[in-house]
C-alpha cells in the first residue's frame, strides 16, 4: 500500500508538471533572465503546483488507510489547509506580484492554522509564536533558496527522506508514509526541472515544501522532542545559506525581502560554476555531512544537540570560507569586490 501512495504522488507530479508548462507558456508566466536571476533563457513557472496536488490528495488517502498519532481529522484538516492558503499565495505570486504584507499575512495565518492541530495533541500553548516564526522562516527560506535549477526539488527529497527515516524509527509510519511521498512528489518535479530546467517551481512550490517541510519536522519534535536535533541536522544547508545571506543583507541595510543574487549558491553560479556543479555541492554536503551526523544523532541522542551545533558551525565556517573565495575572483576578475 505504501509503495502505492509514492507511486501515485510521483506519477500525478509527473502529468501535472507536464501540463503547468504549457499552462505557463500560454498565460506568459515565464522567469525572464535579468540582472537579478541566475537562468539564461526565459523559463516557465509554477510547476511545483504538481507537488501541492499530489500532496494534497495522497495525504488524505494515506489519513484514510493509515492513521497515526497525531493523524486526527484535525491535524489532517489543518495542514491541508495551510498548504492550500501558502499555495494560494504562491501561485497569486505567481500569476501577479503579490505584495509582501499580505502575503505575510496569508503564511501567518496557514501556520496559525497548522499550529492550533499541532496544539490540540496536548502542546503548551506557550510553544505558538515559536512555531509561527518558525513555520514561516521556513516557508520563506525554501523560497529564498529557489534560485537555480533542481536546488530545491534535490534539497526536497534529501530532507523528506530522511524526515521520513527518522519517523519511521519513533514508530509512526503515517508520518513516515507523508515525509517519503513530499520525497516522491519532489522527485517527480525533478525529472523537469533538474539542469536545464524546463520549469521552475515558482512561489506555489518553493513555499509549499518550505511548509511541509516545517510542519513535518514539527510533528516529529511533538512525537519525540529528542528528534528535533537530527531533524534540523538534515536541512544545515539551507538554514545556514539562507540565514547568514539574510543577516548579511540586513547588517547592510538592503531590503531583505527584494530578489538578489547573493545566496552562496547564486555566486558559486556567477562565479563561471554551472547549475550542475552547485548543485553538486549541496548534494556532498547532504550526503557527505548532513546525513551521516543527523545518524549520528539520532543513534546517540545524548550528544544530539552538540552534533547540531557543530554542524551549523562547520556550515556557517564551510560559508564564510566560499563567500570570501568567490568575492576574490570577483576582484581579480573586476578590479574591484561587488556588493
Same mark, same amino acid.
Given at each position: 500500500?505504501?509503495?502505492?501512495?509514492?507511486?501515485?504522488?510521483?506519477?500525478?507530479?509527473?502529468?501535472? $508538471?507536464?501540463?503547468?508548462?504549457?499552462?505557463?507558456?500560454?498565460?506568459?508566466?515565464?522567469? /525572464?533572465?535579468? /540582472?537579478? &536571476?541566475?537562468?539564461?533563457?526565459?523559463?516557465?513557472?509554477?510547476?511545483?503546483?504538481?507537488? $501541492?496536488?499530489?500532496?494534497?490528495?495522497?495525504?488524505?488517502?494515506?489519513?484514510?488507510?493509515? %492513521?497515526?498519532?497525531?493523524?486526527?481529522?484535525?491535524?489532517?484538516?489543518?495542514?491541508?489547509?495551510? #498548504?492550500?492558503?501558502?499555495?494560494?499565495?504562491?501561485?497569486?505570486?505567481?500569476?501577479?506580484?503579490?505584495?509582501?504584507?499580505?502575503?505575510?499575512?496569508? /503564511?501567518?495565518?496557514?501556520?496559525?492554522?497548522?499550529?492550533?492541530?499541532?496544539?490540540?495533541?496536548?502542546?503548551?500553548?506557550?510553544?505558538?509564536?515559536?512555531?509561527?516564526?518558525?513555520? $514561516?522562516?521556513?516557508?520563506? #527560506?525554501?523560497?529564498?533558496?529557489?534560485?537555480?535549477?533542481?536546488?530545491?526539488?534535490? /534539497?526536497?527529497?534529501?530532507?523528506?527522506?530522511?524526515?521520513?527515516?527518522?519517523? *519511521?524509527?519513533?514508530?509512526?509510519?503515517?508520518?513516515?508514509?507523508?515525509?517519503?511521498?513530499?520525497?516522491?512528489?519532489?522527485?517527480?518535479?525533478?525529472?523537469?526541472?533538474?539542469?536545464?530546467?524546463?520549469?521552475?517551481?515558482?512561489?506555489?512550490?518553493?513555499?509549499?515544501?518550505?511548509?511541509?517541510?516545517?510542519?513535518?519536522?514539527?510533528?516529529?519534535?511533538?512525537?519525540?522532542?529528542?528528534?528535533?536535533?537530527?531533524?534540523?541536522?538534515?536541512?544545515?544547508?539551507?538554514?545556514?545559506?539562507?540565514?547568514?545571506?539574510?543577516?548579511? &543583507?540586513?547588517?547592510?541595510? &538592503?531590503? *531583505?525581502?527584494?530578489?538578489?543574487?547573493?545566496?552562496?549558491?547564486?555566486?558559486?553560479? &556567477?562565479?563561471?560554476?554551472?547549475?550542475?556543479?552547485?548543485?553538486?555541492?549541496?548534494?556532498?554536503?547532504?550526503?557527505?555531512?548532513?546525513? %551521516?551526523?543527523?545518524?549520528?544523532?539520532?543513534?546517540?541522542?545524548?550528544?544530539?544537540?552538540?552534533?547540531?551545533?557543530?554542524?551549523?558551525?562547520?556550515?556557517?565556517?564551510?560559508?564564510?570560507?566560499?563567500?570570501?573565495?568567490?568575492?576574490?575572483?570577483?576582484?581579480?576578475?573586476?578590479?574591484?569586490?561587488?556588493?
Amino acid at each position: 500500500m505504501a509503495t502505492g501512495w509514492l507511486l501515485a504522488a510521483l506519477l500525478i507530479t509527473l502529468l501535472l $508538471v507536464r501540463s503547468a508548462i504549457g499552462y505557463a507558456h500560454r498565460r506568459g508566466m515565464l522567469d /525572464q533572465p535579468g /540582472q537579478r &536571476r541566475s537562468h539564461r533563457l526565459p523559463t516557465p513557472r509554477g510547476g511545483g503546483i504538481g507537488i $501541492v496536488v499530489a500532496m494534497l490528495l495522497c495525504l488524505l488517502g494515506e489519513w484514510w488507510y493509515l %492513521p497515526g498519532v497525531f493523524w486526527s481529522f484535525g491535524m489532517v484538516a489543518g495542514l491541508s489547509g495551510a #498548504l492550500m492558503l501558502v499555495a494560494l499565495a504562491g501561485w497569486w505570486d505567481d500569476h501577479r506580484s503579490l505584495p509582501v504584507l499580505p502575503r505575510l499575512a496569508m /503564511q501567518l495565518l496557514a501556520v496559525l492554522g497548522f499550529s492550533v492541530a499541532l496544539l490540540a495533541t496536548g502542546l503548551s500553548f506557550w510553544w505558538l509564536p515559536l512555531l509561527l516564526v518558525g513555520g $514561516v522562516w521556513s516557508i520563506n #527560506l525554501h523560497n529564498f533558496m529557489d534560485g537555480i535549477d533542481g536546488l530545491l526539488a534535490q /534539497q526536497a527529497i534529501f530532507v523528506a527522506s530522511g524526515l521520513a527515516g527518522l519517523a *519511521w524509527t519513533a514508530a509512526e509510519p503515517m508520518l513516515a508514509l507523508a515525509a517519503a511521498t513530499l520525497a516522491a512528489s519532489a522527485l517527480g518535479f525533478w525529472c523537469y526541472n533538474h539542469p536545464p530546467a524546463r520549469i521552475f517551481m515558482g512561489d506555489v512550490g518553493s513555499g509549499s515544501v518550505g511548509l511541509l517541510i516545517f510542519a513535518f519536522t514539527a510533528m516529529l519534535w511533538r512525537l519525540r522532542h529528542d528528534l528535533l536535533w537530527p531533524a534540523l541536522t538534515l536541512s544545515s544547508a539551507f538554514v545556514v545559506d539562507a540565514s547568514l545571506t539574510l543577516l548579511t &543583507r540586513m547588517w547592510r541595510g &538592503r531590503c *531583505w525581502y527584494a530578489a538578489h543574487r547573493e545566496h552562496l549558491y547564486q555566486w558559486l553560479v &556567477r562565479r563561471g560554476g554551472s547549475h550542475a556543479n552547485a548543485d553538486k555541492g549541496y548534494l556532498a554536503w547532504n550526503l557527505l555531512v548532513a546525513a %551521516p551526523l543527523a545518524w549520528l544523532a539520532c543513534s546517540h541522542l545524548r550528544l544530539a544537540l552538540p552534533i547540531t551545533m557543530a554542524v551549523y558551525l562547520l556550515a556557517a565556517v564551510l560559508w564564510l570560507a566560499l563567500k570570501r573565495r568567490c568575492l576574490r575572483r570577483d576582484l581579480f576578475k573586476d578590479g574591484h569586490v561587488a556588493t
